[in-house]
């Protein structure tokens, strides 16, 4: 009996113990004022200091409009190592921690940083990771609901530059 009893109150707390790790009540803007814009549509992060390319590859102007451009995963690697963009030319795919990073938990979902990041609710882009598990695949994460899992390396999809 003394054993149900201790995981009956694990079970209880439970809640308490996960209620740290993501915020329910979040505005949809929560998040805006640590990004600030730079000239030719870069924005930095104040909180990790990246500086991010603010449309996916291919989109352009403030909207972020234009056709996305998709391709396979090392090809997103080879276009970030020669990308030339508003001046530098240290770009790359970011990695899984640097996606996660743009946006807010919520205890039921995460989502992008409101209107910071235009035009991408319903894409994604690749990381720089490859899955530990099997090298044909690398990780993505969707925009529209902070989750990652693995593609196939020849899938072409979308993707996001940043530099440091």
Avoid at 120 to 146: K, T
Wanted: glycine content about 8%; charged content about 25%.
């Amino acid at each position: 009996m003394r054993k149900f009893g201790v995981v009956f109150l694990l079970f209880l707390s439970a809640p308490a113990l996960w209620a740290d790790n993501c915020r329910d009540t979040l505005p949809p803007e929560a998040g805006v004022e640590r990004f600030v814009a730079l000239d030719g549509g870069l924005l930095r992060d104040e909180t990790t200091g990246l500086v991010w390319k603010r449309c996916l590859e291919g989109q352009t102007g403030n909207d972020c409009s234009g056709e996305v451009s998709k391709v396979r995963w090392s090809d997103a690697k080879i276009a970030a190592e020669a990308h030339s963009f508003a001046g530098y030319s240290d770009w790359r795919l970011p990695d899984l921690e640097d996606l996660r990073s743009i946006f807010e938990k919520k205890c039921d979902e995460s989502s992008p940083v409101a209107g910071v990041f235009p035009n991408d609710e319903n894409l994604g882009a690749w990381s720089a990771e490859s899955s530990a598990y099997d090298d044909d695949y690398a990780w993505y994460v969707q925009f529209q609901s902070g989750n990652s899992s693995t593609y196939v390396k020849s899938s072409s999809l979308p993707y996001r530059l940043v530099r440091q």
